[in-house]
């Protein structure tokens, strides 16, 4: 016992309060148990929320000089109120949620992977994405027209969601801020500056004024932890008090005017700790990890993925829907066809299993994957220190691998899979070759036959419009992705093979997102949002659009003169060739040349229980197979450009089609589908025998009875 | 009026039915595998896969006792061409079956129990027996161990290399099942090789009326 009183708070952890601890592990056990019960799982659940609110000790918030904050008055320092004498900060923000690849700026690393060489990490910290169309400027920077996302303005772009602690506490040379060290390298140095959006000139950027943004344990520990609030004030460049926001919702703070925030005595104990069930600290609860995730709860009939948040990368990714509810009794936004949807929205959701179940932190001795399948369904912790684990949680949490995803890329394939439960070979008799099966498809390619949501379908930077974006559109809806009364129909996964955990060639379920970009070969790395700005634009209106270059306008407009969605395509190659001449003389891009980039995101939620999985073989194996079939694709696609698939130049767009469509036929070359596949000289062959034999047996009868012998 | 005389033992004729019936359901159940959505007579892909699986090794067993019951009762000489079988004789038949039979010219070989199959049966069962069920056997079974044996399975090329192989192995069979069948009615009557593989008692040309 002594140990464990050590490893906790030694000045607050009694003997009871482990006795609890203990009893909220054998509770999560019986959640386990309950996975095929959705009341039992329920029952487990309630009683470990309640539980959850007695495990935690009761603390002080403390601000960065480790005083309490209710007499300081100053922002929450997590550093002090979580680590300290407690937890391990430093060790639990060196983790990929804190960190989102900075810590893995590793070009061997990045080369090992496959990862492109214009990115300086995999992860969102470094690496280009193609949904903003751009990327975190390069610590090494000398070229001002290199510079594109700095590390401020990543904060406040990205900063909602990425918890802060080691992207918003330390430079790109590990200095932290506002220390002695913490000083910028030459005037492009991305830590220390920002470019004005107003006049593209990369400018300082006021450490001191916007504080520095600590670890944000609030935000996954805290149910009613507010995304919303932080983002305001990440976005506003109010960092040190971000954290602060994350409790607007809780009553522990309210924001003053000045973006400063007070406390709420009433939130409070006599003896200045925070009271207990105001602060309610907890496992992670599913609600957290929507805030970032995508759309996820236990069970609800209403889901606003868009409107009660302004991202859910998970949902607008793949259009997953992590929902214990029946989508027939969804009541908003509108499903078509739902009436005869009797079945969850996840079976996982609906069998009570929350997020941390599968996503769990590596070193918990309770969750850690157990190599009897059976073990996986409890939660039981093993013979190892807890103290040690709680002292030093691991924060890079169990993930598994969705191509093409490169975030995180060390902890690949390290959550709990299907297998890890599931005996996969001991169900599914009605299937021959089980192993082949197994080996050949992921679990989800039968377990997630449709998609009953919307999810992107493409994001064009190719042309931009005059609100200075890019063209986005989505598949599985008709209408506007905020209008609770568009209709939305869902749609069918396009099945890619992929490489799975034990490197085989695996077919799983994607949504297939088509990019269109500009890439400047001279650089060897694509051109950013600015840079196609200022080919597109000349300057931007008080109103916040931007008018189109007279070229531009004389090239794309219609007789009205303006540039409707219709003609905001490349049909030409003069039209691309203009662009192309504008990006040089505007946008100092050396070699532009205009792709298109096809990134299937892999599904992983909206699994379907046994009733609705796929069980008819001729789906797959039949002429029609559904692994081939087309997927449609942006309709304004240009032709005559590099194909990108995974980095490399590969035609699977098919333009004979009504629309662009995706034309899997060349990725499942690796593959024989029994009854799908064929090879053509055999076919002929074969045939070209048997109608051989039928011929002669015919010919050879006609004669036999012209010659008179029956 | 005609004159029969014994050419089959009832063993003969249930292993060649056994045979028969085997092959026909081999093909069946095989197209149902190889045209899943235009051929599903047995309820469902995975039943085709299944009945496939048993009845070929159905086949094997019975190809085995064929075997058996050949060399126990020293008839396999009826499978073994003379040299002669694959010149001259063979050239004869040929002939027959090109020229003779639409004359109504006798059969060029008499059938009776000592000799059975005529030059050209003997070279088409010699590459049948040998070839081309050795080699359906050996696809099959090492499709049907995918599973079982998934190394030896990759080692051979997989199913790019085994599963088209077992099908024109299997179109090959259909064309000789097809010939067998139509070649069945060039016996002193349309129906007398037939009768003669089901009662056991052979027309003999010769002494027809």
């Known amino acids: 016992m002594p140990r464990l009183v050590e490893g906790l708070c030694p000045n607050q952890a009694t003997r009871s309060q482990l006795i609890l601890l203990s009893m909220f592990l054998v509770l999560l056990c019986a959640v386990g148990l309950g996975q095929n019960s959705g009341v039992a799982a329920s029952t487990a659940n309630t009683a470990r929320e309640k539980t959850l609110r007695l495990a935690h000790p009761q603390i002080v918030l403390k601000d960065e000089a480790g005083q309490n904050v209710l007499t300081s008055g100053k922002p929450i320092s997590t550093r002090q109120t979580c680590g300290g004498d407690c937890h391990d900060y430093e060790y639990i923000s060196n983790s990929f949620h804190f960190q989102q690849g900075k810590n893995e700026m590793d070009r061997a690393l990045l080369t090992s992977h496959g990862a492109p060489s214009f990115n300086t990490s995999p992860g969102m910290f470094g690496k280009f994405s193609i949904?903003?169309?751009?990327?975190?400027?390069?610590?090494?920077?000398?070229?001002?027209?290199?510079?594109?996302?700095?590390?401020?303005?990543?904060?406040t772009k990205c900063g909602g969601c990425h918890t802060g602690g080691g992207i918003s506490e330390y430079d790109l040379r590990g200095h932290r801020f506002l220390s002695p060290d913490a000083k910028p390298v030459g005037l492009l140095d991305p830590s220390y500056t920002i470019r004005e959006r107003e006049t593209g000139q990369v400018i300082p950027w006021d450490w001191q004024k916007s504080g520095i943004a600590e670890a944000d344990c609030f935000l996954c520990h805290i149910p009613k932890a507010s995304r919303g609030e932080r983002k305001k004030e990440m976005g506003a460049g109010n960092f040190r008090w971000a954290n602060n926001a994350?409790?607007?919702?809780?009553?522990?703070?309210?924001?003053?005017?000045?973006?400063?925030?007070?406390?709420?005595?009433?939130?409070?104990n006599k003896d200045g700790t925070i009271r207990a069930e105001v602060l309610n600290i907890s496992d992670p609860v599913l609600e957290n990890c929507a805030q970032c995730h995508g759309f996820t709860a236990r069970n609800t009939t209403t889901i606003q993925p868009i409107q009660h948040a302004?991202?859910?990368?998970?949902?607008?990714?793949?259009g997953w829907i992590y929902n214990g509810a029946k989508i027939s009794d969804t009541v908003s936004p509108n499903i078509v066809g739902k009436d005869n949807m009797d079945f969850p929205w996840d079976a996982h959701a609906a069998a009570g299993l929350v997020c941390i179940d599968c996503h769990f932190s590596p070193n918990n001795p309770g969750r850690m994957i157990q190599e009897d399948p059976k073990k996986n369904l409890r939660y039981k912790p093993a013979e190892q220190d807890l103290a040690v684990y709680l002292r030093r949680p691991d924060h890079n949490f169990a993930r598994g691998n969705i191509p093409p995803e490169t975030v995180n890329l060390t902890q690949h394939d390290t959550m709990r899979a299907c297998g890890d439960c599931h005996e996969a070979e001991k169900v599914h008799d009605f299937l021959p070759y089980k192993s082949t099966h197994f080996r050949s498809l992921a679990c989800q390619t039968c377990h997630i036959p449709a998609v009953h949501f919307w999810a992107y379908r493409s994001d064009d930077w190719g042309f931009v419009m005059d609100t200075g974006g890019s063209r986005i559109t989505y598949r599985g809806i008709e209408g506007s992705i905020v209008d609770p009364e568009s209709e939305i129909k869902g749609y069918l996964p396009a099945y890619i093979p992929t490489v799975d955990k034990k490197n085989n060639q695996q077919i799983r379920p994607t949504n297939l997102i088509t990019g269109v970009y500009w890439f400047d070969k001279s650089k060897g790395r694509p051109v950013f949002t600015w840079q196609v700005q200022n080919a597109f634009f000349a300057g931007k209106a008080a109103e916040g659009e931007f008018p189109y270059r007279p070229e531009i306008l004389k090239a794309f407009a219609d007789k009205d003169g303006i540039i409707?969605?219709?003609?905001?395509?490349?049909?030409?190659?003069?039209?691309?060739?203009?662009?192309?001449?504008?990006?040089?003389?505007?946008?100092?891009?050396?070699?532009?040349?205009?792709?298109?980039?096809?990134?299937?995101?892999?599904m992983t939620h909206g699994i379907a229980g046994k009733k609705q999985a796929i069980r008819d073989c001729v789906a797959c194996h039949g002429k029609n197979s559904i692994l081939a079939r087309p997927v449609d694709l942006n309709t304004s696609l240009p032709t005559g450009v590099p194909i990108v698939y995974r980095g490399k130049n590969l035609n699977v767009v098919n333009f004979e089609t009504k629309e662009p469509s995706f034309d899997n036929r060349v990725l499942l070359n690796s593959f024989y589908i029994v009854g799908y596949s064929r090879a053509p000289w055999v076919e002929w062959l074969g045939w070209l025998s048997v109608a051989g034999a039928v011929l002669f047996g015919v010919a050879h009868g006609a004669l036999r009875l012209l010659g008179g012998r029956s | 009026m005609t004159s029969t005389s014994p050419l089959y033992s009832l063993h003969e004729r249930i292993w060649h039915w056994l045979q028969a019936v085997g092959?026909?359901?081999?093909?069946l159940t095989g197209m149902a595998i190889h045209y899943p959505d235009r051929f599903g007579i047995f309820g469902s892909m995975a039943n085709a896969v299944r009945w496939h699986s048993w009845i070929g090794f159905a086949l094997i067993f019975n190809g085995f006792l064929g075997i058996f019951y050949h060399a126990t009762a020293e008839k396999y000489h009826h499978f073994l061409p003379r040299m002669d079988d694959f010149t001259g004789a063979a050239v004869r038949q040929a002939r027959f079956y090109f020229y003779g039979i639409f004359k109504g010219e006798k059969h060029p070989f008499e059938t009776d129990p000592r000799r059975k199959l005529n030059p050209l049966q003997k070279i088409t069962y010699l590459l049948l027996l040998n070839i081309l069920l050795p080699f359906q056997i050996v696809t099959?079974?090492?499709?049907?161990?995918?599973?079982?044996?998934?190394?030896?399975?990759?080692?051979?090329?997989?199913?790019?290399v085994l599963a088209p192989a077992h099908t024109l192995g299997s179109y090959l069979f259909l064309a000789f099942l097809i010939g067998h069948i139509y070649l069945s009615t060039t016996g002193p009557t349309p129906t007398s090789l037939l009768r003669a593989m089901i009662t056991g008692y052979h027309v003999e040309e010769g002494k027809m009326q």
Request: hydrophobic share 40%; net charge negative; with cysteine.
């Open chain 2, 23 to 27: 092959m026909i359901c081999l093909i």
């Open chain 1, 246 to 268: 994350t409790l607007s919702d809780t009553g522990i703070v309210t924001r003053k005017e000045n973006g400063t925030f007070t406390y709420n005595r009433d939130a409070f």
């Open chain 1, 564 to 602: 409707d969605l219709p003609q905001a395509v490349y049909d030409t190659p003069e039209k691309i060739a203009l662009v192309k001449d504008l990006l040089k003389k505007h946008a100092g891009v050396g070699d532009p040349e205009l792709r298109i980039e096809l990134v299937p995101w892999a």
């Open chain 1, 310 to 318: 302004d991202i859910m990368r998970g949902t607008e990714k793949s």
């Open chain 2, 140 to 160: 099959g079974i090492l499709i049907w161990g995918a599973d079982r044996w998934p190394v030896t399975f990759s080692r051979v090329g997989g199913l790019w």
């Open chain 1, 131 to 155: 949904i903003p169309n751009r990327q975190l400027t390069a610590s090494d920077v000398k070229d001002p027209s290199d510079a594109d996302m700095s590390q401020p303005e990543w904060l």
